[in-house]
């Protein structure tokens, strides 16, 4: 039919058409929007610079916020009201746990870097463990002060122990939920890889260890 063969001239004509001026017939269009082999390119993951610097400044404010509480310490420590509390001695156990735990955290960080991810699982989870006995220890010291009638609003230096403490607890917290997140995540679908996460993680750590020890020498000289 006339119309039939119209349309079909037409199609001819647009497909031959040339494209930028330049003549030959289009390029196949590529419906999936991949390479080559009409897969997707899969997205780059982000530079591990970012997790790092994110960290970074992290524990700066953390440190900025706990360095304004000292200062108060140090000036509040000098006023006539000051009532030295005893530290129990359960706060020296929960020290040495916490110090244990920063060296099995660095243990499973050198046995991952060495491929040993059994080893390094055992060390991880270790790490973890003892992480929450000292939340579960810092608990015990606070049940033993209250048991001597010590509250946080019975003078300035009992004051100042349960914010020192308190505080740091809770920023614990933080470093337990990292350590369960490394432990727990599939790392073949994350954006960042497992070596990443644990050194960022360990970082973390092991500043909540040395801030932790900063405060305890501030309690105890504050006795």
């Known amino acids: 039919m006339p119309t039939t063969s119209a349309t079909q001239d037409l199609e001819l004509i647009i497909e031959k058409k040339p494209s930028n001026g ?15 082999d009409g897969k997707r390119p899969s997205p780059s993951k982000p530079s591990p610079k970012r997790y790092y610097t ?12 706990f360095m304004a509480l000292a200062s108060a310490f140090l000036v509040r420590r000098g006023s006539g009201d ?25 243990m499973a960080r050198q046995r991952l870097a060495k491929g040993e991810l059994e080893a390094y699982k055992n060390l991880w989870l270790t790490t973890t463990v003892l992480g929450v006995f000292f939340l579960a220890g810092q608990v015990g010291a606070w049940r033993l ?44 679908k994350a ?8 050194e960022v ?12 020890l900063f405060l305890l020498a501030l309690l105890y000289l504050g006795k």
Request: aromatic share 12%; proline share 4%.
């Open 54 to 65: 994110g960290m970074a400044l992290g524990i700066v404010s953390i440190l900025m916020f």
């Open 145 to 188: 002060l209250v048991a001597q009638g010590i509250y946080l609003a019975s003078n300035p230096a009992s004051s100042f122990f349960y914010i020192f403490t308190g505080a740091h607890a809770l920023h614990l917290v933080g470093g337990v939920a990292a350590l369960l997140y490394v432990a727990k995540r599939n790392f073949e």
């Open 82 to 106: 000051w009532v030295p509390i005893h530290i129990p001695a359960l706060i020296w156990i929960n020290t040495a746990v916490l110090l244990i735990s920063s060296a099995t955290l660095e």
């Open 201 to 212: 993680t360990s970082h973390y750590w092991h500043f909540m260890d040395a801030l932790w």
């Open 22 to 36: 330049g003549g030959g017939d289009l390029p196949p269009v590529d419906r999936d929007g991949g390479g080559d």
């Open 191 to 198: 954006q960042i890889t497992r070596t990443v996460a644990a």
